[in-house]
């Protein structure tokens, strides 16, 4: 099941929750640095977190492979490490998590070579795969008609929207899957024995949701209403916004009529649980009864802006203050979690003169600050310019780029090469050092002087 964009399904899990959780702070990576997909910051690492039972669960982007994993109080472990990226571009994923289960989709483009890939991809055939299995283990590969770019699981069931071909394909235990007319870009969802779908205008306008009990597909009841985020539960009952507008809403198979509730912000996503909505603001979560009585009302200025999930009793989000994730889990019943850190710092260049030293390299060393909240991440450009002689008119002779991921206190060492034609000619120089923090963009820009052995 799932919480709802108007063209992006984000995911949702509304399992119970173990007696007796605390708040935690989840690393993923083995709480090292996010690793860089084709050197680019700003393509997609992980999925999740979601909740289920006492563990948490996510997929993590490792060098050459997807690889879900969950995380609880008998250790960290893989639930599925088998997809591999062997390809010419990086896959895209979508990973979800709901009533004991996984579900996970990827594809890439194949571009042939061609140039207007990027800009026409939706015109290239896409490999892609689909998975699907228990928390526990293993996943196994469902046989698809179409590709599917989303996942969307419950105990009995998988749903997935066609990537290219339109609609939605229905996957069933027991039974072969079924394509279900609409478009590509309809989020629908999968929970319990119900699935639910949009309602659009012969213009395409979303007026609406219809909630349809399995396996007949018949309808049991709709909303008419605005909505730009829903999501679907187990017993039928929907939770949603209300669009353009700070209230949320609830209806059920027994009681289909709209019941709103104000918020205090226009909501960004929401997730039920019982009879309890978390609802995604603006860089914070609000946990709200049927009757509207505020239950929690968290802010984090680092909040990642990506999946969250409540089960009734627990939350848990993405936060990443400057380029290292990590998972919060608060358990309602504990004080606020501490929440350290919203920006990453800049590192220290140290001072003093540079050298070059054997094979014509130049070294310069950058330090996280010890008191850095949320440590040092960037990109650190080095620009070697020399002093012909005797003129003293200056060249640039060497030039280097690398990205930084540092904790309070770590050091990194970037590394320079000079070009060797002609350089008995220079006697000397400076070195302009250019840093670029990953997060809140901050740039600095310093100089050191370089000396020739």
Avoid at 172 to 199: H, N, W, Y
Avoid at 256 to 282: E, K, N, S, T, Y
Wanted: hydrophobic content about 40%; aromatic content about 6%; charged content about 25%.
């Amino acid at each position: 099941m799932r919480r709802t964009l108007l063209l992006v399904a984000l995911a949702l899990l509304a399992a119970a929750a173990p007696a007796g959780a605390e708040n935690r702070i989840v690393a993923p990576f083995g709480g090292g640095p996010t690793p860089l997909v084709d050197g680019d910051p700003f393509l997609a690492s992980l999925d999740g977190p979601f909740l289920s039972g006492d563990e948490v669960v996510w997929l993590e982007r490792r060098p050459g492979v997807l690889a879900v994993v969950a995380d609880g109080p008998g250790g960290r472990r893989d639930v599925d490490a088998t997809t591999a990226e062997g390809t010419p571009e990086p896959l895209s994923f979508d990973l979800d998590v709901a009533e004991g289960r996984v579900g996970l989709t990827t594809f890439h483009f194949t571009c042939g070579g061609s140039p207007d890939c990027v800009r026409a991809r939706a015109q290239y055939p896409a490999d892609h795969a689909a998975l699907a299995g228990p928390v526990a283990g293993p996943l196994t590969k469902l046989d698809t008609h179409c590709g599917l770019a989303s996942a969307d699981v419950a105990a009995t069931a998988f749903l997935g929207r066609c990537l290219q071909s339109g609609g939605v394909e229905l996957h069933e235990e027991g039974q072969p899957p079924r394509t279900l007319g609409g478009d590509s870009f309809s989020p629908s969802q999968v929970a319990g024995e119900f699935v639910a779908r949009p309602i659009k205008r012969d213009d395409g306008a979303w007026v609406g949701v219809q909630v349809l009990r399995r396996p007949q597909l018949d309808e049991v009841y709709r909303v008419e209403l605005g909505i730009d985020h829903y999501d679907l539960q187990p017993d039928g009952s929907l939770v949603y916004d209300v669009r353009g507008v700070a209230e949320v809403g609830w209806s059920s198979p027994s009681d289909p009529a709209v019941h709103r509730i104000a918020v205090p912000g226009v909501p960004f996503g929401v997730a039920g649980a019982g009879a309890r909505l978390a609802v995604q603001l603006d860089r914070r979560l609000v946990v709200v009864d049927r009757l509207g009585t505020t239950l929690a009302d968290i802010a984090d200025p680092a909040y990642d802006s990506r999946d969250f999930d409540y089960d009734g009793t627990r939350l848990t989000w993405a936060r990443r203050p400057c380029a290292r994730y990590s998972f919060v889990v608060w358990d309602l019943a504990q004080p606020q979690p501490a929440l350290a850190g919203t920006d990453c710092t800049m590192p220290g260049h140290g001072s003093g003169t540079l050298r070059v030293r054997a094979g014509r390299r130049v070294a310069l060393t950058i330090t996280c600050p010890q008191d850095a909240p949320a440590g040092c991440a960037g990109v650190t450009a080095l620009s070697a310019y020399l002093r012909r002689r005797p003129a003293g008119r200056r060249s640039l002779r060497g030039s280097a780029a690398e990205s930084f991921d540092l904790l309070p206190g770590e050091s990194a060492t970037i590394g320079m090469r000079l070009r060797k034609k002609g350089l008995r000619r220079f006697r000397g120089g400076e070195v302009r050092i250019e840093t670029t923090l990953a997060k809140n963009r901050q740039e600095q820009t310093t100089r050191r002087r370089l000396r020739l052995r």
